[in-house]
Structure formats: structure tokens, C-alpha cells
């Protein structure tokens, strides 16, 4: 990825084995990835042509707290394809995972570019704030400062993957390195750079890519508008280290609809026709995986419909139930993964409960209480005809015993 | 108390209907409801959905009116009498339920031995059936924060977003029907603990003289 690339944009294709046929579908999917119609298609394959020609658009790309998961998703691909090719327009300076640099070379071409300033930062991974950032430490210097001297001189930053989002897995209870997103860091030291972010674990590489074409598509003219011209929803959420509020912007189409609406066993889940163990019957005929906890009908993503290593398939389509990564705070907010409803995180020894069990408890106490009561007001004589009734009430009795006392 | 008689005044036969209302619709929300939160046997999903849906706007509506009818209908204004006075008045605490909420814990908990004086409703009831309301509203905005139609709409997605997200809003839905279910437990068991006059008059309209 980090390799300079020469000529241009069709001797690259050519090279990988890709038509212009194939470039072209691709890129009328990306336009409708960025929310834009087809006709768009053309406009796209000029800014990436654009791109091979002319100079190459720096970037970086850092690690915070990460597996680097989301860089396998987009590392994995079995044969070159058109996305590689795209993201080869990118310079990228500096990648931890995959440069072949190392040592004071790596962190001078991260200076420089810096330095020159106008890139794109690509940021995977969750800000570790814990101990004072000590959580994290990159060639001796805190992984939270670097994102924050990045961010600085940065013209637009992807936050991908639900670590860079919102903290992510990292971010789950109790959190002791302080995991937390990058657009909450960044509001914390006040940098006003323009976050885009990228859901899941991993997020996808296709996502990455639509993102990638649509910076170029707009730092042609002004970098500045990258937001703008981007069709964003928001999510707000507050987050539990900081304490602050934080609102994130969304690609819109990433984020639209719910995997329920757009999954291919949607029928099934109509008609009543669930998986209820793992091996079964049921779930050879591809019903629908509700039972075993699917969290499809929360989590607004549109993987059913981009899915993963070049559309091939998805967790769903390849059996696992959703288990929500796309969702703020996911991992606390779903699990256990097959259950239906997460579990309450109880203090006090208690645990994690879930809360059927709560429900069932507070129904059982309830009726055996009012059963235990029936039988008192039985032993005191009060069915049938119920109690002798008071005269007057007792505060009317006492006040006027009261009185009586007084005169 | 029950040892009074059960006229027709006390529940007219529009409060019967919606009282039949809302019993029909809270056991076909609350059966769909476990269904959509555990399919316990296959091939109802789509039914249980649009059940929950169809009761949903039911019973919204059912309240909306007996809110409503309250400052119409003329109620009686006390067990076993059919002097009558505008429903709301009977509804909303009365001079007569004054200090007499903790006598009536006390009662309950066989700390005395008389029953005590109140109006139609005592002073547990007319606050159990005032919190009702609220309740039912609350439960429809955490339902209607989770249905398609209506979830992304700003007023419904801030509340979502302000409990942290579907999932527990999910379960405060999940919860709060539980809170029905107890609220329904108590409220049959207390209305009939002593004798089934008062299911007799509120179902089937028949009077009891005592």
C-alpha cells in the first residue's frame, strides 16, 4: 500500500488484471455508496484517473489501541482488485502494520508529512487516554499526543472501525486504559478537523474506499468541504470517560437502515421461522438467526448489502447471528452475543443478569406476595363482606380526642 | 367497602367498554410483546407484530377518550350510591381520600383492624390508576422509539439516544410492561379480594344489592 505508483490509472489496472469494464461497475457501486446516482459513475472514475496522474494524495494512517482488525479486512483481499488499486492513489506515509520502513525513517516520513500538512489521516484503532495516555506509547511518545499533532494539520480524518468511533471493544466496561473514540479525544483538546466515521469490527474496506473517492472528489476544489459535500447522519452518544457528549457524523447510506431491513433472511424472520440451536435442522434450511441473538434490528449498517471480501458473503449469510459492532458502545449494548437482550451489569456481587431472569423474579415475588396476603386477609376474617368500617377517619378522631383534651 | 352494593353507577357502560378495551388490548400486547421478545413457537412473528401494532393505537386512543369522557360522564360518587358527579372529580384525589393514605397502607398491612373511610376510589387506587396513565405514555414512547416507522424521528431518536441506545431502550420497554403485568396482578386481586361483585358489575354490568 505504502509502494509509490506509477502511470497511469489503466496500466494499473491492467497490470492487476482488471478491465476498465470492471473499473467502471465499480465505480457506479462506489456513487451509490456515497450516496450519489449512477451518473456519477463517470465523474468518479475522472477523479480517480485524476488521481493516478497527477500527484499523489498523502495520507497517514496510525494505530491507536487496535488489533488491527480493519487493516486485515482491507489487507485480505484474496486477488488485487479495483479497491486496492483505489487506495493505491494514496501515498501512505506512514502505516504501522504494513510499511516497510521502520525506525527513525518511518517516524521521520510521519514528521514530514505532517509538516507539509493538506493529507488525509486515516485513524484506526481506540484513543487510549488511560494514565494519562501512558496506555499507549508509540517510540516513547503518547499514542493520544500523536493523533492530536496529526489531527492538527490534517485536512479530513476516517475514523474506522468501531475502536476509532466510539472506543469500541476497548471502550467496553470497565475500561481501564480509557479507551475512547477519536472524535471525543479530539473535542477534548479542541481540534476541529472533520471526523468521518466508519462502523464495525472491522469496518469495511468497500467503506473505506467510497470515502477515500469522495475526499478526492472534493480536495480538488476545497479540501474544507469535505464535510459538507458529504451526505452525513449523526449519532450522539455520552461518553462515560470524558463525560461529554459527542456527535458523530456518519457517512448517511452506511448508516441508514437497519441490517434487519436489508437482510437476506428477512423472510424467514416474517414467517416465524427461527434457528434455536446451532447445528440444527433449522438451521441448515437458513432460517433466521433471531433467537440466537441476532442484534441485526438494531445496528444501522448496511452490511447485508456491501458485505465482505469483495461481496462474497456476511456474518449473516454465513451463519452468525449480528452481533451489533455497528452500534455505539457495542459490546456493552449487546451482549452476551446470543442472547436476545444484553445483560444488566449488577453491582454488588450480583453480576450480569439478564433481564428475563428480573422480570420472571419481580412476577414471582409479586404473586406470591399478593397469595401470602390473601391468606392473611382470610385468617383476619375480611373476605366475603370485608372489614367493619371506621366511622370517621383516625386523623379526624385524633384531632378531635385532641380538643377534647384541650377544653 | 365491598360490603356495599355494586350499581351501575359506579362503572357506566361506556367505562365497561373501554375497560374491556384495555383489558383485550394489555393481554394482546403483552402476549405479542413476549413473542416479539422470544419467539417461544414458530410461524406467528409477522402476526404478533402487526397484534402489537393494531393494540398499540387501540389502546392509545381507548385512553385518550376515557381521559376525555371523564369531564362528560357522570360517575357515582362513592360504593354503593347512586348520588353521581362528573368522573374526573371521582378520578383526581377528593377531600375524603385527606390523610388517609397512610391509614390505608396501615390497613393493608393488618396494622388496623377497620377499613377506611374513602370516596369511590381510595387513596392507593386513585393513585395506582392516575400512574397508570403517565405509564402508558411513557411505554408507547419507548415503543414507538423502536418502531420502524417512527424511531428515527427526532423527538423518539433523542430518547434513544439519551438512555444510550435501542438496546436499552429495548429493555425499559421490556420493564415497563412488566410493571403492567404487576399493576394487573394487584389490581384484580384488590378489586375482587373480597368477593367478585366488583368484576361482576365492571365486566358484565350486573348489579349486586348487598
Request: proline share 4%.
Amino acid at each position: 500500500m505504502a509502494q509509490e505508483a506509477h502511470g497511469a490509472i489503466y496500466d494499473l489496472l491492467a497490470v492487476r488484471g482488471v478491465s476498465r469494464r470492471d473499473f467502471l461497475k465499480y465505480c457506479s457501486y462506489v456513487a451509490a455508496m456515497l450516496g450519489l446516482s449512477e451518473a456519477a459513475a463517470p465523474q468518479i472514475a475522472a477523479a480517480v484517473e485524476a488521481g493516478a496522474r497527477g500527484k499523489l494524495k498523502p495520507a497517514l494512517w496510525l494505530n491507536g489501541g487496535s488489533c488491527s482488525g480493519c487493516t486485515e479486512s482491507m489487507a485480505q483481499v484474496d486477488s488485487p482488485d479495483v479497491a486496492t488499486v483505489v487506495l493505491e492513489l494514496l501515498s501512505v506515509n506512514y502505516f504501522e502494520t504494513i510499511m516497510a520502513a521502520a525506525g527513525d525513517h518511518a517516524e521521520k516520513a510521519m514528521d514530514d508529512t505532517i509538516e507539509a500538512g493538506g493529507y488525509l489521516l486515516i485513524y484506526e484503532g481506540a484513543v487510549m487516554t488511560g494514565e494519562d495516555g501512558n496506555t499507549l506509547l508509540i517510540n516513547g511518545k503518547k499514542g493520544k499526543d500523536i493523533l492530536q499533532k496529526a489531527a492538527e494539520k490534517a485536512d479530513a480524518i476516517l475514523a474506522v472501525g468501531a475502536c476509532a468511533v466510539d472506543g469500541g471493544w476497548v471502550y467496553a466496561h470497565p475500561n481501564p486504559a480509557g479507551g475512547i473514540g477519536v472524535q471525543s479525544y479530539l473535542d477534548t483538546v479542541k481540534v476541529a478537523t472533520p471526523v468521518v466515521n466508519l462502523p464495525c469490527c472491522p469496518t469495511s474496506p468497500e467503506w473505506i474506499v467510497a470515502m477515500v473517492v469522495q475526499w478526492l472528489l472534493v480536495a480538488e476544489d476545497d479540501p474544507a468541504t469535505f464535510l459538507a459535500k458529504t451526505e452525513l447522519k449523526t449519532r450522539t452518544y455520552k461518553d462515560s470517560v470524558t463525560g461529554n457528549n459527542v456527535t458523530l457524523n456518519y457517512p448517511a447510506y452506511i448508516v441508514g437502515s437497519t441490517i434487519h431491513d436489508n437482510c437476506p433472511r428477512r423472510g424467514h424472520f416474517e414467517n416465524g421461522e427461527f434457528v434455536t440451536e446451532f447445528g440444527s435442522e433449522e438451521e441448515a434450511k437458513g432460517y433466521c438467526l433471531y433467537k440466537m441473538g441476532c442484534k441485526g434490528p438494531q445496528t444501522y449498517t448496511q452490511c447485508p448489502i456491501t458485505r465482505w471480501n469483495r461481496s462474497v458473503s456476511w456474518c449473516v449469510n454465513s451463519g452468525a447471528p449480528c452481533i451489533g459492532c455497528g452500534s455505539l458502545n457495542w459490546v456493552d449494548n449487546n451482549a452476551p452475543f446470543f442472547k436476545r437482550l444484553s445483560s444488566m451489569q449488577l453491582g454488588g456481587g450480583v453480576g450480569n443478569v439478564q433481564p428475563g431472569t428480573v422480570g420472571a423474579i419481580v412476577g414471582g415475588v409479586a404473586a406470591a406476595g399478593l397469595l401470602a396476603h390473601g391468606l392473611g386477609m382470610k385468617a383476619a376474617g375480611r373476605i366475603g363482606d370485608g372489614p367493619p368500617m371506621e366511622t370517621a377517619k383516625a386523623y379526624d378522631r385524633k384531632k378531635m380526642a385532641k380538643k377534647g383534651g384541650d377544653k | 367497602m365491598s360490603s356495599q352494593a355494586h350499581y351501575r353507577e359506579a362503572h357506566p357502560l361506556v367505562f365497561v367498554i373501554t375497560h374491556w378495551i384495555n383489558l383485550i388490548c394489555m393481554i394482546m400486547l403483552a402476549f405479542s410483546g413476549f413473542y416479539i421478545h422470544y419467539p417461544f413457537f414458530d410461524g406467528f412473528m409477522g402476526v404478533a407484530r402487526g397484534m402489537h401494532f393494531v393494540a398499540m393505537f387501540v389502546i392509545l386512543i381507548n385512553l385518550v377518550f376515557r381521559i376525555i369522557a371523564a369531564f362528560f360522564v357522570k360517575t357515582a360518587v362513592d360504593l354503593g350510591s347512586r348520588e353521581v358527579d362528573t368522573d374526573i372529580k371521582n378520578w383526581l384525589p377528593q377531600a375524603k381520600n385527606r390523610h388517609q393514605f397512610f391509614e390505608t397502607v396501615k390497613y393493608y398491612l393488618f396494622m388496623r383492624k377497620e377499613g377506611v373511610i374513602s370516596a369511590k376510589y381510595g387513596s392507593l387506587q386513585k393513585i395506582a390508576y392516575l400512574a397508570t396513565i403517565p405509564l402508558t405514555f411513557i411505554q408507547a414512547y419507548t415503543g414507538f422509539a423502536l418502531y420502524g416507522p417512527t424511531a428515527d424521528w427526532g423527538f423518539f431518536f433523542g430518547g434513544t439516544e439519551w438512555v444510550g441506545g435501542e438496546m436499552n431502550m429495548r429493555i425499559i420497554h421490556y420493564f415497563i410492561m412488566w410493571v403492567f403485568i404487576v399493576f394487573t396482578m394487584i389490581h384484580a386481586y384488590l378489586a375482587n379480594v373480597y368477593n367478585f361483585a366488583p368484576s361482576k358489575i365492571i365486566f358484565l354490568w350486573k348489579e349486586t344489592e348487598h
